[in-house]
């Protein structure tokens, strides 16, 4: 039994998900500290949005543990303290921006004047201010990306899931996500995130680099680096995985 | 359960209507045209019709003629008076009394011979007319035992048919039609709405943001109802008002009974369409369910023929439709003009469907994280 400990936010031991006879998720091991930005970088296929999906209680472990919060991944009492942004856009097309985010704002419970509040903010952060009453179906792709990250921070989560959050966002938006990670970090939340993109994974103070469902290194991007004795993440990736093949 | 997380639930499916205006036109156009194009075009055939024959004759004209009855549209039992045959049609445990009044066969014979004082010589049939269908065809199978029994005499027979209906005073094939259409409509959309709509938040991931939040798959579930309650309410009024302006449908007991039944029969549908939807995984394969949905409703739940009238190794089957209560608890509110103590079975009935799916519908979307 893992015990919860205040300053650990997310904290797995030996967490395993099988499909069938597939290992989606092998043997994960994770202490991840209040206030890190935490990036589980790996390629398509190799568990992250798996171990992400048991951290917010919606896929069930085959065996293993997940404690997020000191409470178990996905109970009730942690939910409201979680935000999760899924790889999909997973809005409702035929609503407004701001249905979407009223819709999201009352189910967190939030007052009527704080949701308006926080929309405010976080529109303008986002730049979709004047798309505020647009139907979800008349916007970009990188539009509606903006708006499901929007959702998934109006109730001010402690701990942050985002999935894959700047797949087909343009590289400026992507500088400016990194920006408000940075600043959501500085206020304390706990941010886990898990992308492809290895030159992003910079900007974490924490990276696990997954293969196979296994967790192949973890450290700091420098120090991943380092111990592969590469240039570069994607380089340092390359070779941690020839050495288990090995 | 929390009651705003349901609501914003609610208001998140009707605003999304507001912008959907195919759904709206599907909502609004497609009851009204099944009304028209069934009401036009359908015309069937019943058989195993209870009824209760009266013979206070007993003489050969009438034995004659009980002897020549239809066996196959028929199912005929023998009852001592006509008022507890009446009785009978009135508690609906046969769809109609044919009495033979005292003295007949000796009435007709003394108008055969000229006495124009002879007694009657007219056969009463005091049917359930909330199902037209039903009590033409028992007039019509009485008109031709009369008819063959002349045939066989070899003369012509100065008997009439006089039709005393029990209820449905005055009623025609659309009164008896629109009450089932109605439970028809909102079943059907209802069910297909909400599978579609929940095949949606399954493939959009909408579905699983909401499980990530502190939302309870109760709320979820109750948001649906509460929309598609209201949603299946306003198309009975609908209905209510097209059938009475433009086909003067008699409606005689009152409108908020069939208003509760048409809420529970949605609620039924919603809790079937989230069900149906955790066995489709897109929308392309949830549209296979609407023959499953549209054939057992369509010929068990007994909107165009009574379920009496269905032979009886298929009967059981309706008894497990939900719409076969709806249908018949419509009729009874708006032709019979029964009040809730003749409809409690009816209700009571869909009540435990709807409890029993939203407690499946409810354990479907737990069991979507295994």
């Keep these: 039994m893992i015990a919860g400990n205040g300053q650990i936010a997310v904290e797995t031991r030996q967490l395993v998900k099988r499909f069938g006879r597939f290992t989606a998720v092998d043997r994960l091991d994770l202490s991840i500290q209040r206030g890190e930005t935490y990036g589980m970088l790996g390629p398509n296929g190799s568990g992250k949005t798996t171990a992400i999906k048991m951290l917010c209680g919606l896929l069930k472990p085959t065996s293993g543990e997940a404690l997020v919060l000191g409470e178990k991944a996905g109970h009730r009492s942690v939910r409201p303290r979680v935000g999760y942004m899924p790889q999909d856009i997973a809005l409702y097309v035929d609503l407004t921006v701001h249905d979407n985010i009223r819709l999201y704002g009352e189910i967190y419970g939030m007052s009527r004047g704080d949701i308006e509040r926080e929309e405010h903010e976080l529109l303008s952060f986002v730049d979709l201010e004047e798309w505020r009453n647009a139907s979800i179906s008349t916007l970009s792709g990188g539009m509606q990306h903006r708006v499901s990250l929007a959702c998934s921070l109006l109730h001010r989560p402690e701990v942050l899931f985002l999935d894959e959050p700047t797949v087909g966002v343009d590289p400026e938006l992507r500088a400016s996500f990194w920006e408000y990670f940075e600043a959501l970090r500085e206020r304390g939340v706990t941010v886990i995130i898990t992308t492809h993109y290895m030159d992003e994974a910079n900007n974490c103070s924490r990276i696990g680099l997954l293969r196979n469902g296994q967790l192949i290194a973890e450290g700091s991007p420098r120090e991943v680096v380092e111990s592969a004795g590469a240039a570069n993440l994607e380089e340092a990736f390359l070779r941690l995985a020839q050495r288990r093949q090995s | ?370």
């Excluded at chain 2, 004759?57 to 004659?64: A, I, M, N």
């Excluded at chain 2, 049609?89 to 000796?106: K, L, M, Q």
């Excluded at chain 2, 809790?271 to 149906?276: E, K, T």
């Design chain 2, 1 to 370: 359960m929390n009651p705003r997380r349901a609501f914003a639930v609610t208001r998140r499916i009707l605003t999304g209507l507001h912008h959907d205006r195919r759904t709206i036109a599907l909502i609004v156009i497609a009851p009204i045209l099944s009304m028209f194009i069934f009401g036009i075009a359908f015309s069937g055939s019943v058989s195993n019709v209870a009824v209760g024959v009266v013979n206070q004759d007993d003489g050969l004209v009438s034995l004659g003629i009980i002897s020549n009855l239809d066996d196959d549209t028929l199912d005929i039992h023998y009852v001592d008076d006509v008022e507890a045959a009446v009785v009978e049609v009135e508690d609906g445990d046969s769809w109609a009394a044919i009495v033979f009044p005292p003295g007949f066969t000796a009435s007709v014979m003394a108008k055969v011979n000229g006495d124009s004082n002879a007694g009657s010589t007219a056969i009463t049939v005091r049917a359930d007319k909330s199902n037209v269908n039903v009590a033409i065809e028992v007039i019509r199978a009485v008109t031709d035992a009369a008819m063959q029994t002349m045939t066989q005499q070899g003369r012509e027979l100065p008997i009439s048919v006089e039709d005393e209906p029990v209820y449905g005073e005055g009623a025609d094939f659309m009164d008896f039609f629109v009450p089932g259409i109605m439970a028809f409509a909102v079943f059907l959309l209802t069910t297909l709405l909400t599978l579609l709509s929940f095949v949606g938040e399954r493939t959009s991931g909408t579905l699983e943001r909401l499980r990530a939040s502190p939302i309870r798959e109760s709320e979820i579930v109750v948001g649906y109802a509460i929309a598609f309650g209201v949603i299946g309410m306003l198309q009975a009024s609908l209905l209510l008002v097209i059938a009475t302006l433009v086909f003067d449908i008699t409606i005689v007991g009152n409108p908020f009974l069939a208003y509760l039944i048409i809420a529970l029969l949605a609620v039924v549908s919603v809790s079937l369409g989230i069900l149906l939807s955790s066995a489709a995984k897109r929308e392309a394969q949830a549209v296979q369910f609407i023959p499953l949905i549209i054939l057992p409703t369509f010929l068990l739940a007994g909107i165009f023929w009574p379920i009496e009238a269905i032979p009886s190794w298929l009967r059981p089957l309706s008894y497990v439709i939900p719409p076969s209560y709806a249908v018949e608890g419509m009729r009874s509110v708006m032709l019979r003009g029964w009040g809730f103590g003749g409809i409690w079975i009816e209700v009571v009935a869909l009540l435990g469907f709807a409890l029993v799916f939203l407690f499946l519908s409810v354990k479907s979307l737990q069991r979507t994280s295994a």
